[in-house]
């Protein structure tokens, strides 16, 4: 879908049907899990983010996905759930899902623009996580900052898990982001940018949003404009006085 009102439309319509299916009728809690938190390019989180835009009361991830359930020697069972289907409840969208308008309009504000996908994404030798061509242009979205999505977990004895609130708050302050900033997330298409949107909500910043359209919606218009080549640096050096003779 696109982030137009009727693509944001139809995703609302799609997934409201395929929630219900699966049993949500708003009484229950529903937890998103994955093999690992890194596995799946975050997977689990996307759907925690679908779910908070669609006004869902009751969501959770599991920290650290399956893989961490069984090496906590949690049981586990190989029948499949036979879920009773549901009215998902219709409920407003909440703000947290951007429109390629609301970017644009935020280019060149202080807004932070976040970009969090893989380095080659970043400085512009892929187009995507499925093939360096796979998207007609490579870059980024013009002033964007950038921290991989990677960059917000750590290693643990049950795999790969969120960092700590703090952990989060100084990995952001090694671009320049703080907690009180207005955040526009974006990655590819979502996946990526939804672990980033977890990881931040859960450090406590307090504007955070996502361009769910993200870089595939993006880099298909070519009016829009982008940033290519390396990342440059401004120099903050002085220039240095020349002495009279």
């Known amino acids: ?7 944001l439309q139809a995703l609302k319509a799609t997934f409201a049907a395929a929630l219900g299916a699966a049993g949500l009728s708003g009484k229950e809690t529903a937890v ?3 093999d690992a938190m890194n596995s799946g390019y975050g997977q689990s989180c996307r759907g925690y983010y679908l779910l908070t835009w669609l006004g869902y009361p009751k969501i959770k991830v599991l920290n650290g996905g399956f893989s ?24 407003p969208t909440t703000d947290v899902m951007l429109t390629q308008a609301d970017v644009q309009a935020a280019l060149g504000t202080d807004t932070v623009l976040l970009d969090v996908r893989d380095v080659d994404e970043w400085i512009g030798d892929s187009s995507s996580p499925y093939g360096k061509d796979f998207a007609p242009r490579k870059g980024r979205l013009p002033g964007a900052k950038w921290v991989e999505w990677y960059r917000f977990m750590k290693p ?3 795999g790969p898990v969120f960092k700590t609130p703090d952990e989060v708050k100084a990995e952001c302050a090694t671009a320049g982001i703080a907690p009180d900033d207005t955040v526009y997330l974006y990655c590819f298409k979502g996946a990526r940018a939804s672990n980033t949107f977890l990881a931040l909500k ?44």
């Open 1 to 7: 879908a696109t982030s137009t009102p009727e693509g």
């Open 68 to 91: 961490a359930w069984k090496a906590s020697g949690l049981p586990v069972s190989t029948e499949a759930a036979t879920p009773v289907p549901a009215t998902f409840p219709t409920l």
């Open 156 to 158: 643990s004895a049950q």
């Open 202 to 245: 859960q450090a406590g910043f307090s504007d955070v949003r996502m361009y769910f359209g993200s870089w595939n919606e993006w880099s298909r218009d070519e009016s829009l404009p982008i940033e290519t080549g390396l990342p440059v640096a401004k120099s903050t050096k002085k220039p240095s006085l020349a002495l009279a003779a």
């Open 32 to 34: 998103f899990y994955e």
